[in-house]
């Protein structure tokens, strides 16, 4: 710091509370807590009050003077500039939500979990439509294309193909991913004969299948049967519960014996052959020598 010269104070951004929120974007207090709650504005609460960030804000009024009004309060992308439904994204991009949803995990889209939603960059869904359309429009794609549609390999020439794929793909090494993706169609596409994938088709729903559930009974004209209980009761004896063996009554030892197997120990024979001889167990042995019985 030079002398003479005041260097201005340095800003630092501090969170705003909702009433500030609302305040700088125009709307009502309970417009910004509804946001709040429902994930569409990035906030923090501490006790009864939400913090959001000024930069979020900042970010939020770029779209217009008042960015809540006309919106859809059915999905957060509504609320946040440059992102899109995965809906809508799947519209631009002519597939399914669930495929947007493969392609978010897979990288190719950029998208943010609010809840229970995602919300799809706008910029990563023109990305991605750019990379596809050189493929589709792609002279080498669209003439692997036509050769495959029409049953000849693109290869080695060979033609009336019923299943160009398993050709390919003994022949040439190229299993049938790689060959939709040469063709610049989609995985669900098929590239077989016309006739082929008719038969497949059928193959697949199963006629004579449909035919008899067709002609099973309905199920309303069921309701309420019940199985007829049957007559006459089995007459094969039911095994009853095996009779356990009586437990072994607890030898008696008179005092003799108790005598006798004293002095022996005294006389310095081991509690296992004195066990051994008189007929008893060790533990046996061992307590009348120690005075316990």
């Known amino acids: 710091m030079t002398d003479g010269v005041t260097l201005p104070p340095r800003r ?9 929120a609302a305040r700088s974007l125009g709307v009502q207090l309970r417009v910004v807590q509804r946001a709040l709650r429902r994930g569409y504005l990035q906030g923090e609460k501490r006790g009864n009050a939400w913090l959001i960030q000024e930069a979020v804000l900042v970010e939020l009024a770029a779209a ?77 794609s669209g003439e692997i294309r036509r050769l495959i549609l029409d049953g000849t390999c693109p290869w080695c020439g060979r033609t009336n193909l019923l299943v160009p794929a398993r050709h390919v793909t003994s022949r040439h090494g190229i299993d049938r991913r790689e060959l939709r993706r040469l063709m610049g169609v989609r995985t669900r596409t098929p590239i077989c004969a016309p006739e082929q994938t008719e038969l497949r088709r059928q193959r697949n729903l199963r006629p004579e299948r449909l035919a008899q559930l067709r002609t099973l009974t309905p199920w309303k004209e069921t309701t309420g049967t019940r199985r007829p209980a049957p007559t006459t009761r089995s007459t094969i004896p039911r095994p009853g519960p095996v009779p356990s063996p009586p437990a072994p009554r607890r030898q008696r030892i008179d005092l003799p014996q108790r005598e006798r197997i004293a002095s022996r120990r005294q006389a310095g024979l081991t509690f296992r052959a004195i066990a051994e001889e008189e007929d008893v167990s060790e533990v046996t042995v061992l307590r009348i020598c120690r005075g316990h019985r």
């Open 64 to 140: 217009g003077p008042d960015p809540f009004r006309g919106t859809a309060t059915s999905h957060p992308a509504a609320w946040m500039p440059g992102f899109i439904s995965a809906a809508d994204a799947a519209r631009e991009l002519g597939v399914t939500a669930g495929y947007v949803g493969a392609l978010v995990r897979r990288g190719r889209l950029e998208a943010r979990r609010v809840g229970v939603w995602l919300a799809v960059s706008e910029a990563s869904v023109a990305r991605y439509a750019e990379r596809r359309i050189p493929v589709e429009e792609d002279p080498t």
């Open 12 to 20: 630092v951004s501090a969170p705003l509370t909702a009433a500030d």
